[in-house]
């Protein structure tokens, strides 16, 4: 069965940084893209970075461009894919959802392409 485990989350300041961290297990395919979603206080879930495997093809929605940095550790036989978010604000409060499903180039921001959740993860920015 397919693992997805996020981590990382956690409070911080508002202008301050945090790290998260997907760790993925058992995904049979070779080809595959990772998202990251943020779901806020009362809103729908949306995506917000995605990285495709092969080419390490990156996706942004525009509310985090050049704040937030998806990246993937997939030398090893567990692949761990990050998102570095820097210059947070109250608004990126929430759940964070890491998610995989297979490769498109670029990665697909749509909850719906994804097939295995992880559970998600909170982090709070306080003003």
């Known amino acids: 069965q397919v693992q997805v485990v996020e981590s990382g989350g956690g409070s911080v300041q508002s202008g301050g940084s945090l790290k998260l961290s997907c760790t993925i297990n058992?995904?049979?395919?070779?080809?595959?893209?990772v998202g990251w979603f943020h779901q806020g206080p009362n809103k729908e879930r949306e995506g917000v970075a995605a990285i495709e495997n092969y080419r390490s093809v990156t996706t942004y929605a525009d509310s985090v461009k050049g704040r937030f940095t998806i990246s993937q550790d997939n030398a090893r036989s567990t692949l761990t894919v990050f998102l570095q978010m820097n210059s947070l604000t109250p608004e990126d409060t929430g759940m964070y959802f890491c998610a995989v499903g297979a490769r498109n180039d670029p990665p697909f921001l749509d909850a719906d392409r994804y097939s295995f959740w992880g559970q998600g993860i909170q982090v709070t920015v306080s003003s």
């Open positions: 058992r995904y049979p395919y070779g080809n595959y893209e």
